[in-house]
Antibody, heavy 117, light 109 residues
Framework: EVQLVESGGGLVQPGGSLRLSCAASGFTFSSNWMSWVRQAPGKGLEWVAKIKEDGSEKYYGDSVKGRFTISRDNAKNSLYLQMNSLRAEDTAVYYC??????????WGQGTLVTVSS | QSALTQPPSASGSPGQSVTISCTGTSSDVGGYNYVSWYQQHPGKAPKLMIYEVSKRPSGVPDRFSGSKSGNTASLSVSGLQAEDEADYYCSSYAGSTVVFGGGTKLTVL
């Protein structure tokens, strides 16, 4: 059974940093692109970033480019999102997702990031 | 990376059919056959319902179907059931990035 479990969310002050993790199991992690998608409270889904199977290609949404970094450790079956220079508008539930045919076929339960002083 | 345009709401009675539109541009919806649709119930993670415009993942009822014409994609739900009441989001490949629609709240009357 495919499982994705996010962790690392919490309360952080504006300008601060946070690193999210996503532990994957139930599939060959190194064979799939992986993504992060976020959802602000009461709002819609927003694509954040994606990373190729071997980590050689990474793409970001305009709102996080230059501040967030996606990475992966295939030996640990883990996906990461390093978030720097956090702003109030980054407050959201962050989901990790497995990619197949440019679609997210499995999602984690999400981890809440709150940026507030 | 402008969001795709979806109607904020849609509704139908049990047993009826409803169609939700998703309008983009030639740089996303119109340029690739990589449109996906997601269903999200309150407090839950999204669930993939349609990928590559019209393909259904295993386990998704055939009441759900997808199509595309030009820069507009559509999700159709036939034989509406109470459990179909949820938020629906479209997304599209946009040339290395991905863009989502603003979401449509489907109400089963």
């Amino acid at each position: 059974e495919v499982q994705l479990v996010e962790s690392g969310g919490g309360l952080v002050q504006p300008g601060g940093s946070l690193r999210l993790s996503c532990a994957a199991s139930g599939f060959t992690f190194s064979s799939n692109w992986m993504s992060w998608v976020r959802q602000a409270p009461g709002k819609g889904l927003e694509w954040v970033a994606k990373i190729k199977e071997d980590g050689s290609e990474k793409y970001y949404g305009d709102s996080v480019k230059g501040r967030f970094t996606i990475s992966r450790d295939n030996a640990k079956n883990s996906l990461y999102l390093q978030m720097n220079s956090l702003r109030a508008e980054d407050t959201a539930v962050y989901y990790c997702a497995r990619e197949v045919a440019v679609a997210s076929d499995y999602w984690g339960q999400g981890t809440l990031v709150t940026v507030s002083s | 990376q402008s969001a795709l345009t979806q109607p904020p709401s849609a509704s139908g009675s049990p047993g009826q059919s409803v169609t939700i539109s998703c309008t983009g541009t030639s740089s996303d919806v119109g340029g690739y056959n990589y449109v996906s649709w997601y269903q999200q119930h309150p407090g839950k993670a999204p669930k993939l319902m349609i990928y590559e415009v019209s393909k259904r993942p295993s386990g998704v009822p055939d009441r759900f179907s997808g199509s595309k014409s030009g820069n507009t994609a559509s999700l159709s739900v036939s034989g509406l059931q109470a459990e179909d009441e949820a938020d629906y989001y479209c997304s599209s490949y946009a040339g290395s990035t991905v863009v989502f629609g603003g979401g449509t709240k489907l109400t089963v009357l």
